[in-house]
């Protein structure tokens, strides 16, 4: 069962401790107001942080949807007790309400974000690379998907135009209504990879999940709406298997999931390699064979992993290049603004001459 969730062997050498302490694996598949629904071997089970993982952790290791979870169970009263959540490949993250300072992980363990808008009028491509950097940021790996082709002239041209920006991701047109590009996005989540659909509202997020399972989930959406005033809630279904073997997941609040100042995401995932960090004889350390270096220390050691060295420098630099991206885009806007705003001062100016009294005045 939990493979079918995506528990992988990797996963085991995380879990070993918890074995030993009589603890079982389970996934984390929706979250509610007052507990969890995990996904264990035993089935579907509800249930609760335990009093210490709840009193203990900050807000960002609390269980999230799509953690995996060390259990204890109760098989009369099919409940779980969720004692520890296994170190995390990716988070999506946002800021608590009422703090600027708490972190709150909205889903976790995520392989795939597909960054959806919509191929007709307001194409946004200042909105993509909001999404994109939320994406690469989470540790998941963005792909672009372009929808209601049906709706575009020539959805190649516009894809190229996105594809020109995406920083090297792939970037994908559907049409869930022709059900054109349904397969080869489904190609992008292997067996046991879960996915997202980040994008804003109306691009096409639930017409792409009915399409993609064959089947109408208005029904849920209701179930969810209901959600919010407390009712219905163990009954809708935040983590649903894709033909294909992999997973989708679609909790309140993932959908549109907004950009967080830079690297912070990151450094949920990797809080380990940003402790490490700090600890650098340099403050400015480019881990590249500075004498005390942590980082290296770590690789020699065999402490710090070095594919999960690479992954972390790479999710920085794509991080990065899409921000630079962003703020130059912002800057020229500006310029343009700018120049607007000229030419309107200078038309006036000329509008003025003819057309204002002495005083200033306009003439009547
Ligand atoms: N022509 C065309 N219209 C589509 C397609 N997919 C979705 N739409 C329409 O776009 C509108 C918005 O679709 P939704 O699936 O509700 O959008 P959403 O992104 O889920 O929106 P939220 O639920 O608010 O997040 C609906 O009127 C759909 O019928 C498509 O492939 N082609
Ligand atoms: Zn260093």
Redesign the pocket.
Known sequence: MIKQYGWLEALTKAFAPHARAGHVPGRVVAQHRDGYQVMTDEGELRAKASGRLFHKAREADHPAVGDWAALSLNLVERTATIHAILPRSSVFVRRAADSIQTLQVIAANIDVAFV?T?LNADLNPRRIERYLAAAWQSGARPVVVL?????AEDSQEQADAIAALAAGCPVLT?????GLGLDALLAHVAPGETCVLI??????????VNALLGEDRMATREIREADDQGRHTTSHRQMVLLPGGGLLLDTPGI?EVGLIEAEEGLGVVFDDIERLIETCKFNDCGHAGEPGCAVRAALDSGALDAGRWANFQKLGAELAAVEAKAERLAKDAERRRLAGLQKAYRASKKDAKGGLDSAGRRRT
Request: charge should be positive; aromatic fraction near 0%; proline fraction near 0%.
């Open positions: 959806v919509s929808t209601k082709s049906d709706l559907v049409s869930a209504r022709q994008g804003s509202s109306g691009v096409g997020k639930s017409t792409l959908r």
